[in-house]
């Protein structure tokens, strides 16, 4: 593949839109080549012209490496996009174009190619109006051979395996299976009985017979009585207040004077029993 260097300088640019309110804008470029290979694409910039306003100056040089084939096809465009820098929120673009490789190397054939050419190529805006005017000069370096990049693998794509529409398949039969076809006998594709047993395997060989009484839990078995944990809902009922009144004062006061009268009674009695037994006695003696 036949290549060729390209070395192109931004000199400047003029009739630039103002991007800023106050001040002079601050201008820079981007500079990319489309349409060629990738390791060829790589982005370029000048340094930022501090206070360079809708008339800045870069000087600045960049390089790249393009496919000469490509270029005179018109497939290679070199582009520029100048942009002013902002501290708050994102740059701003002032003015773009882009440059057909092809014109630019048959400037370059119909001249002294030892020396660069200076050019100038007017700028749009993002909206589309034409504004400004880029400044650059460039200059192709001598043909060289560049090893072609290897062609991509194709990978092979990946086959469908399906079923037959009829016959068997995996050893399974058809579904519905054909007139005559004779199933196999039972118990195929089964292990025969015993199979994985020791043989003579002595009485309870394997897991231990259950304890006896073992079976389900009686009925309620896990679930506490009715109420369990709770009191009776009578406890929760309140006691009515003892009631204090003039009835239950005038009854303790009645039952305080008829015991007063039984003791008043009890002792005349016993007095008069003394003296009657006085009496009795002196008589006697006499």
């Not at 096809?73 to 902002?86: D, H, P, Q, S, V």
């Amino acid at each position: 593949m036949e290549c060729r260097p390209l070395e192109v300088t931004v000199m400047s640019a003029k009739d630039l839109k103002d991007a800023n309110m106050f001040g002079k804008m601050d201008p820079y470029v981007a500079v990319s080549l489309s349409g060629g290979e990738k390791r060829y694409k790589a982005k370029q910039r000048t340094p930022v012209h501090k206070d360079g306003g809708t008339s800045p100056r870069w000087g600045h040089p960049v390089a790249f490496t393009i496919d000469e084939a490509a270029a005179r096809a018109g497939r290679l465009k070199l582009k520029f996009k100048i942009k002013a820098e902002k501290t708050l929120g994102g740059d701003k673009e002032v003015g773009r174009v882009e440059v057909p490789v092809k014109e630019l190397l048959e400037h370059q054939d119909g001249g002294d190619g030892g020396k660069p050419k200076v050019t100038g190529y007017s700028l749009r805006l993002p909206s589309g109006k034409t504004r400004g005017v880029l400044e650059f000069s460039y200059k192709f370096g001598e043909r060289f051979t560049a090893e072609a990049p290897p062609a991509a693998k194709k990978v092979d794509e990946p086959v469908m395996a399906y079923p037959p529409a009829s016959g068997s398949s995996a050893g399974y039969p058809q579904y519905p299976p054909p007139a005559g076809y004779r199933y196999p006998p039972q118990g195929y594709g089964h292990p025969p009985q015993g199979y994985g047993h020791p043989p003579n395997a002595a009485p309870g060989y394997g897991y231990p017979p259950p304890p006896q009484g073992y079976g389900p839990p009686p009925p309620g078995y896990g679930y506490p009585p009715a109420g369990y944990g709770y009191p009776p809902a009578a406890a929760y009922q309140q006691k009515p207040p003892k009631k204090s009144g003039g009835a239950g004062l005038g009854l303790g006061l009645a039952g305080g004077l008829l015991g007063g009268l039984l003791i008043g009674d009890m002792m005349s009695d016993a007095s008069e029993a003394a003296a009657y037994d006085a009496g009795f006695d002196d008589g006697f003696d006499m």
